[in-house]
């Protein structure tokens, strides 16, 4: 089977299900329901609430003035690192594009702390001068326990 240019062959009954569940979203225009945030794609519940990243870039886009400037000062105040602590969905983009980007010149490397292991938060600590580090507490809802007990322990440093 063939989907865009990518080839992939499933077992069998798995291969029926994506069959299946392929002429479904075709045939019931799921594609466009889902751009327009139908939660009843799924249970219909609160699905609502989390379907933004849908329309993140165009939000985003609208700030970009304020997006530049935020860039601008972390490049004025010479922060060497970047820390990143959050936690599960939080921290996982910003891991995926820093793994995906790379470092930029002239601004601070990114570090993504995802863990509650006291090792690898030493280990970052560790690797990081806090004096020289910008930290950004991820987290969706604001009271997420880990990221709220990361921006305490590095505040205290």
Same mark, same amino acid.
């Given at each position: 089977m063939s989907l865009n240019r990518l080839t992939y062959k499933l077992p069998g009954r798995l291969a029926g299900e994506v069959a299946w569940s392929l002429e479904d979203w075709k045939k019931n225009n799921k594609v466009a329901?889902?751009?327009q945030k139908d939660a009843s794609l799924w249970s219909g519940t609160d699905e609502s609430n989390w379907l933004g990243?849908?329309?993140?870039? *165009?939000?985003?886009?609208?700030?970009?003035?304020? $997006?530049?400037? &935020?860039?601008?000062?972390?490049?004025k105040a010479r922060f060497k690192d970047a820390l990143l602590l959050g936690m599960g969905g939080s921290s996982l983009c910003p891991e995926?594009?820093?793994?995906?980007?790379?470092?930029?010149?002239g601004f601070p490397?990114?570090?993504?702390l995802d863990?509650?292991?006291?090792?690898?938060?030493?280990?970052? *600590?560790?690797?990081?001068?806090?004096?020289?580090? $910008?930290?950004? &507490?991820?987290?969706?809802?604001?009271?997420t326990l880990e990221p709220n007990i990361y921006k305490q322990y590095f505040f205290e440093r």
């Open positions: 329901r889902l751009w990243w849908l329309t993140i870039t *165009e939000e985003q886009i609208a700030h970009i003035d304020v $997006l530049k400037q &935020v860039a601008e000062d972390v490049k995926v594009l820093r793994m995906t980007f790379g470092k930029m010149k490397e990114l570090h993504v863990s509650t292991d006291p090792a690898q938060i030493k280990a970052i *600590e560790a690797k990081v001068d806090l004096q020289r580090t $910008l930290c950004i &507490v991820s987290s969706k809802s604001g009271s």
